[in-house]
Each structure stands twice: as C-alpha cells, then as structure tokens.
C-alpha cells in the first residue's frame, strides 16, 4: 500500500470517529498524532461555543484552543489506560469529588507505569511548566472512583483506608488498582472544565509498600488533636501544602469520631485559610515595614503586581479577566471581581474563591520571614494565554515566585501609582475604581499630605 493511501485513510477515519474535528484533520502529522481507534465521546452543554467554533474560528478569543490541546494529550496515553487494571506508581496521589455531597466518590490517582511519579501531584513544583507539561501531568493519572459517605467514613471499609494511607505517604506508592471498567474521558466541549484524568468506578486496591510521612503519621494517630491544629503544627514543621491538603481531604486529622472527609477542592482551600489566618495573627505583632514595595510575577499569561503598604494589616486581592480568557469567554469588557479584608480580619466566605487565600498564604509567609507587618494588595491580569484553568495552585505560586524576588521599593505613593500604571494594560482608574483598600489609602495619603502642609 502506498504512503498516499495510508494516509487518505487515516484522514478519513479521523473524520469519521471525530466529525467536529474533521476540518483539523486535513494534516496528516495532526492524524497520525490523534491516532484514533474508536469515536471519542463528547459532552456539550446548553449555549457552548465550542460546537460551532471547532477549535479554529477561536470565539472564545484565547490564544490556543483548550479543548484541541486536552484532546492531544489524552489520546497520546490512551492505549495505556484501556485496561480493567492498572498497575503504576501513585506520587502518592488521592481525589475526593464533591457532586452528591455527602455521597461522593473518592479515589486514588494512579499512572498506567512505575517510576518517580512525585511531581505529578506536588503543586509546588509546576511553576515554570508550560500549560501542556501540567495537561500531560494530570492526564496520565487514571482516578479510581469509589462511593463513599463523607459524614460515615468508618463504614468505607479497607479500600478508603488504604486511600488514607496512600495519601499520607512519604514517597511514591506501587498501586495495583482494579476497575470495573476501563477508564474513560468524556470531552465537555466547554473550555471552563477543569484539568483531570481518566476515570472509572474501581472494584479494588492493593498498594505495595510504603512508608508514611513521620510527622503526619504523629498527628493522624492522636486522637484529641484537632484537624485545624493538626494541619497547623505540621506546615510549621516544614511539611508542603500539597501534602496538608491531600491528608486533610481524606480525613487523616481531627478528634477521634469526627473526623470526615473533605472534597478535594474545598480541602485545598481550607488548608490556605487556616494557616494564613494564623500566621495573619503574628503578623499583627511586628513592625511596619518602612518603604511601599512592588512585588512582580508573570507565567501562563497572568500578571501579577504584589504591593505591600507601610500600614497596618490589611489585605486585598483583585483580578482583571481579560475578553477571551476563562472567566470572561463571552464579552468585550474586562471583567474586574476583588475582595479585601481589614485588621480583623473576613467573617463570609471570599467571593472570588479559592484565589483569594492562595494568596493570602503566600504574602503572608513573605511577610512572617521578614518579621514585618503590611497593608497587601495583589493584583492580577490574566490574559487569554491563560486558555483552561490548572487550579489556584498557580495563584500561590505565582505569588510565592514574585516574593521571592527583590521588590521595587518607593517614598511615594504616587511613584507606586505611575509603576502601576506602566505595568498593566488596563487602566489604573478601573483599579482603584474597583478596590476598597486602594482607594482608602489615596484618600488617606492626601489628607496625611493636607496636614503636613
């Protein structure tokens, strides 16, 4: 057979098994990548764009499309995860869901090979990655799925105990995990789907052997310490937030009959609270810091401008979500959402999420190190080479990465202002228009320069 007419087929059943791709499938390079064997199944909701876009019109106006580029990645591991068994080593990694809250489903998160797998599911080693890097990591972990009644853990049996374990562990595990039937993608045709691997419903578990992290091992076998001090006392000991939210998520902490699990996105998020929360109070007790400083960030197309003020404790985080990014797909305006706090602190949930304490954590370890106190705002654009949402994880350390470096220090507020402005695209105006501690301190600043005079 000619290498003509090899290729006319593959074209041609590229375009059979994916029709909302056919127009893609022209190249022959783009077909033999896809390698499809069989129709991939698609999910679209009620008013998606990506139907009638099909990846090439870009109406969603980002930069790539992320539909195309989760496509590439999964069937690129496909045949490695058509199988009832998968054997591998987890880095450790665990998910709990949340739809049906309380009945969820929990699972271990496994690649279809054995090796040093760690950094597919430690956070704190993804800043640089490219978008493709982070795609490819999550994609290669199959999660098992095992109902489970969150408020009922004891009733899970060995398979949830066995999740504990893994989830707590020091290093990689070798996991056989057995489903019940090969694991499966459906592709939402949505670009705000979140980033997550293959999935099925597992029958079994059987992990090789482990050793447990030592200091979490201490507090997930004593009973009358209390999960928040639990995951306190081990951050300050050193132990990674990556580590804290996975124990913390499969109710590794807590008293002795209260211990519950905790779905995987609200865990994360409450870990970040509760230590920037208390490291807020120390804070609280140290001077001031004595110039206004500039703190700068910019990876997967989000900028970020960190100012710390010499005030008191206050705290504000913005963002700027440009036409064509995730949250802000459908308009011709940027969207602007903040939340702020004062010296004593939130009493509601932040409305703009998890980003909100991501940071918070972050500035607030900068600040802890140094032994000073500051009034925090952290400002973020995020253009549309931000093309699917990787988790606020990149908030964190977005942030973590601008603190590290040497900041640009100020007198003036005014000097701040004019960086500011020569930073961003989007006027200064709608920012200080849009923020509470911002606006404050301008007003402070001129009745503090009318009494000088």
């Not at 009620?46 to 870009?58: H, I, V």
């Not at 880095?91 to 709990?96: D, I, K, M």
Request: charge should be positive; include cysteine; hydrophobic fraction near 35%.
């Amino acid at each position: 057979m000619s290498k003509y007419i090899q290729e006319d087929r593959i074209i041609r059943k590229l375009k059979k098994k994916i029709p909302w791709t056919s127009h893609l499938t022209e190249s022959v390079r783009v077909g033999l990548d896809l390698n499809v064997t069989e129709e991939l199944k698609t999910i679209t909701p009620k008013g998606s764009l990506c139907t009638t876009c099909k990846g090439t019109r870009m109406l969603c106006r980002k930069a790539r499309c992320p539909i195309i580029t989760r496509i590439y990645t999964y069937l690129r591991i496909k045949s490695k995860v058509e199988n009832i068994q998968i054997d591998g080593s987890s880095p450790p990694g665990v998910f709990v869901g949340r739809i049906g809250y309380p009945y969820i489903y929990a699972g271990p998160l496994v690649p279809p090979f054995y090796g040093n797998t760690s950094h597919f599911d430690r956070s704190e080693e993804w800043f640089g990655k490219t978008i493709d890097e982070i795609v490819d990591f999550r994609f290669k972990l199959v999660r098992g799925k095992y109902r489970v009644n969150v408020n009922e853990p004891e009733k899970a049996g060995r398979i949830l105990e066995d999740m504990r374990f893994l989830a707590m562990a020091d290093r990689t595990v070798d996991v056989e995990l057995s489903l019940k039937k090969k694991p499966n993608y459906h592709f939402v045709l949505d670009d705000n789907v979140q980033l997550i691997g293959p999935s099925a419903p597992m029958k079994d578990i059987k992990i090789g052997n482990f050793k447990l992290e030592p200091r979490i091992e201490k507090a997930h076998y004593d009973y009358d310490l209390k999960a928040a001090d639990a995951v306190l006392k081990l951050y300050k000991s050193g132990v990674l937030v990556s580590k804290l939210q996975k124990a913390l998520s499969v109710g590794a902490f807590g008293i002795k009959g209260q211990r519950r699990l905790v779905p995987t996105r609200w865990s994360i998020t409450a870990t970040d609270s509760m230590i920037s929360q208390s490291l807020m109070e120390t804070i609280k007790t140290f001077p001031l810091i004595n110039k206004f400083r500039i703190y700068e960030s910019n990876y997967l197309d989000n900028r970020f401008e960190v100012l710390m003020i010499p005030d008191s404790w206050k705290y504000e985080a913005m963002e700027a979500w440009y036409p064509g990014t995730i949250w802000n797909s459908n308009s011709s305006k940027i969207f602007l959402i903040g939340d702020w706090e004062s010296y004593s602190g939130r009493t509601k949930y932040a409305g703009m999420g998890g980003c909100y304490y991501a940071a918070r954590l972050a500035v607030n370890e900068k600040l802890i190190k140094e032994r000073r106190q500051a009034t925090v705002i952290v400002l973020r654009e995020a253009h549309k080479g931000y093309i699917m949402p990787v988790g606020v994880w990149q908030v964190r350390e977005n942030v973590r990465n601008a603190l590290r470096g040497d900041p640009f220090k100020y007198d003036k507020m005014e000097d701040v202002l004019k960086h500011l402005s020569a930073k961003f695209e989007i006027q200064l105006k709608s920012w200080i228009e849009n923020s509470k501690i911002l606006k404050d301190t301008l007003v402070q600043t001129k009745l503090s320069n009318y009494f000088k005079s």
